[in-house]
C-alpha cells in the first residue's frame, strides 16, 4: 500500500498526527527552555537593571548567532532556541495540513494552506515585519 494515499490515511489518523506533533513541539520547547534557564541561572551573576530596556544581543536575533551560543551551552541562546521551536511548531503543523490535503486531494485547502504558509514564510524571512 502506497504510503502517500487516502486509503492508507484516514482523517482521523492524520488529526491525531497533527496533534501528536503539536504536544511533541510544544513539550520540547518547554523542556529545552528550562534546560537554558538553568544553565541561565547558573551563568549570570549580575542583576538586571529594569529601569532602562535593552534589546537583545545581535547574536540572538539570527538562527546562525542562537545556534552557534546553544554549542557553547549558553542559557541564553538555549532560551532563545526554545522560543524558535516554540514559533516553528504550528508552521511545521501548517506544512503538514498542506500534505494531509494533498493525500486527500482536496486542491482548495492545498491551496488555501499553502497561502498561509508562503505569508508566514514571507513575514519571517524577509525581513520587512521589524
Known amino acids: 500500500m502506497n504510503w502517500f494515499s487516502s486509503q492508507y490515511w484516514q482523517q482521523r489518523d492524520m488529526e491525531r498526527m497533527i496533534g501528536k506533533w503539536l504536544r511533541a513541539g510544544v513539550f520540547l520547547s518547554a523542556t529545552v527552555?528550562?534546560?537554558?534557564?538553568?544553565?541561565?541561572?547558573?551563568?549570570?551573576?549580575?542583576?538586571?537593571?529594569?529601569?532602562?530596556?535593552?534589546?537583545?544581543?545581535?547574536?540572538?536575533?539570527h538562527l546562525p548567532g542562537i545556534l552557534h551560543g546553544v554549542a557553547a551551552f549558553d542559557g541564553t541562546s538555549i532560551i532563545q532556541l526554545a522560543v524558535v521551536l516554540l514559533i516553528a511548531t504550528p508552521i511545521l503543523r501548517i506544512a503538514f495540513s498542506v500534505l494531509a490535503f494533498a493525500i486527500e486531494k482536496d486542491k482548495r485547502y492545498v491551496i488555501i494552506s499553502l497561502i498561509v504558509l508562503c505569508i508566514i514564510l514571507f513575514g519571517m524571512f524577509s525581513g520587512l515585519g521589524g
Not at 35 to 61: S, W
Open 33 to 61: 527552555a528550562l534546560l537554558g534557564g538553568i544553565l541561565y541561572l547558573q551563568q549570570v551573576h549580575e542583576i538586571p537593571d529594569y529601569k532602562t530596556f535593552h534589546g537583545a544581543a545581535a547574536q540572538f536575533r
